[in-house]
């Protein structure tokens, strides 16, 4: 369990099952940020290369940027995965989004009332990832819109399978 959950719980609630983004689509963007950076590097050199000054000048810009993306490459994941996650527990839903200020959903099993798993043709193939969308009574839209998921039908079983343990007087 992430510790960071323990200030969130009540006495007697346990983390039953913990999730966030999909790895598969933070490695995709990273790879896709450390492109851009390797593409402007290559640039950057082609400009170091011409006898114009004026070029020389954009490749030193290049090779900044292209170091900027870097560092993007590698902080973006990480603060997606840091700032997005979710958790099922013996009574509730949470979800907590942010990492310096920070946004928590909690919605108990009792009140959900429609849970919906999607995934598009490329989420399922390339990813694994997808959408769950959560309805409560009294909303009149989905209360809580999960982008990006792994797994999202599993996530899905395991809410109805605890919701329903708890209908059935399950603890």
Do not use: H
């Amino acid at each position: 369990m992430n510790p960071s959950w323990k200030k969130y719980l009540s006495e007697n609630e346990k983390i039953v099952f913990e999730f966030s983004l999909a790895k598969k689509y933070l490695a995709f963007l990273r790879f896709q940020w450390m492109g851009y950076s390797f593409l402007l590097l290559f640039v950057s050199l082609f400009c170091f290369k011409s006898k114009i000054w004026f070029l020389k000048i954009l490749g030193y810009l290049f090779l900044f940027i292209s170091f900027l993306f870097f560092i993007i490459s590698l902080w973006v994941p990480w603060y997606l995965k840091k700032s997005n996650q979710f958790a099922l527990t013996n009574k509730r839903f949470l979800a907590k989004r942010g990492w310096l200020n920070v946004n928590l959903v909690s919605i108990p099993y009792s009140k959900i009332t429609d849970i919906s798993a999607s995934q598009s043709f490329w989420e399922r193939n390339l990813f694994n990832c997808g959408k769950i969308s959560v309805d409560t009574a009294g909303s009149p839209g989905p209360e809580l819109v999960l982008e990006k998921i792994e797994n999202p039908f599993l996530i899905k079983a395991k809410i109805d399978e605890i919701s329903s343990s708890k209908e059935n007087g399950g603890d």
